[in-house]
């Protein structure tokens, strides 16, 4: 028998026993090693997100390949690897393929099942199941803990994937929490100016240790962006506060023309956001969510001692309950299954 973590009603998480997974057509079983709790799990755990449960979430994961079912290549058994989100048409092979997925979008996928979240059992169990085109394969130079941030990771790279940024652009990092302090040190490494706002001291001091040129308060937010901007306000504004209404500061502080980055799924809908000021400025909203795995990969390999220190803890599967609670008073916690 395995265990899972199953979460069976709003913040209620139970260990149970489950029979060994088998794998269908075109899917691998994996071995989970570790598993990292992110924000959508919080907002899953909370109901905030609400899905259909019972489910084991856990999306961002490394593990060994076990078992593999028919028409996967024999050589993935037994690699150490992580797997995108979306189990996709184009990931389990089929044919013919959804519109979106034959339109290049395939994390749009019309026929996906999401891992950890929409229809389809995590990470947070000893065993996850998941599509062979969804695979990559950790460098061994790399440690698990650490390339279990490869899919928040690649979500970090996305936002700049959906608004590219030039080589003076100043971007302003709303929350930079568990994702966010992912984006500082992404738009860091492309050479841009990042400005942190965050409530929470210890978050400003980390951005500024992750690349941030500066970090800031949100009341003195809007002032610090006009002075640093001459007046006219950010390129780019990314929101990763994961509450509904951090979009209304971040309106605050883009320049006309500027774009809005979303990437809080907190699950809960925005009141009161000002239409008429992003008409006037003509500023763009722009939502992203899955990024590249390949180049977060790299990054990692070669930032590997930096970014590991973003873990906070580490705790077995069987307090998957208690890691779940605290890992909102924490940046990045994970599970691990051995
Ligand atoms: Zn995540
Ligand atoms: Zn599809």
């Not at 050589?75 to 290049?104: H, Q, S």
């Not at 400003?204 to 006219?232: H, N, Y």
């Not at 180049?295 to 069987?318: C, G, M, N, V």
């Amino acid at each position: 028998m395995l265990k899972i973590a199953q979460l069976t009603a709003t913040r209620t998480i139970v260990i149970k026993d489950r029979e060994p997974l088998v794998a269908r057509e075109n899917e691998v079983v994996i071995g989970v090693q570790t598993a990292g709790i992110c924000g959508t799990d919080l907002a899953l755990f909370s109901g905030d997100y609400p899905v259909p449960l019972p489910l084991v979430c856990g999306h961002e994961f490394v593990g060994k390949v076990k078992s593999i079912g028919e028409g996967v290549d024999k050589r993935w058994l037994g690699r150490r690897v992580t797997a995108e989100i979306n189990n996709t048409c184009i990931a389990y092979n089929r044919t013919p393929v959804c519109r979106a997925c034959k339109m290049g979008m395939p994390s749009h996928c019309q026929q996906r099942t999401v891992t950890g979240i929409i229809n389809h059992d995590g990470a947070f169990a000893e065993e996850v199941a998941v599509a062979q085109g969804t695979l990559h394969e950790i460098p061994e130079s790399m440690d698990s803990a650490t390339a279990a941030l490869t899919e928040p990771l690649a979500a970090a790279l996305q936002t700049f994937e959906m608004s590219p940024i030039a080589e003076n652009d100043t971007v302003v990092m709303m929350g930079p929490g568990r994702l966010g302090i992912l984006i500082v040190f992404a738009v860091a490494l492309k050479g841009c100016r990042v400005i942190a706002v965050s409530r929470s001291e210890a978050k400003r001091q980390r951005s500024l240790a992750f690349g941030a040129s500066k970090a800031l308060s949100p009341d003195q937010a809007e002032e610090a962006v006009k002075e640093i901007t001459e007046g006219l306000g950010a390129d780019i504004v990314v929101d990763a506060t994961g509450h509904p209404d951090g979009i209304t500061l971040a309106l605050s502080l883009v320049r006309p023309r500027g774009t809005l980055s979303v990437k809080t799924t907190c699950g809960l809908p925005t009141q009161g956001l000002d239409m008429t000021k992003l008409v006037v400025d003509e500023i763009r909203l722009q939502g992203s969510r899955c990024g590249p795995f390949g180049p977060a990969l790299k990054i990692l390999e070669k930032h590997q001692e930096k970014l590991k220190t973003l873990i906070t803890s580490t705790r077995p599967l069987a307090e998957a309950q208690q890691a779940l609670e605290s890992a909102t008073l924490e940046n990045k916690v994970m599970l691990r299954m051995d």
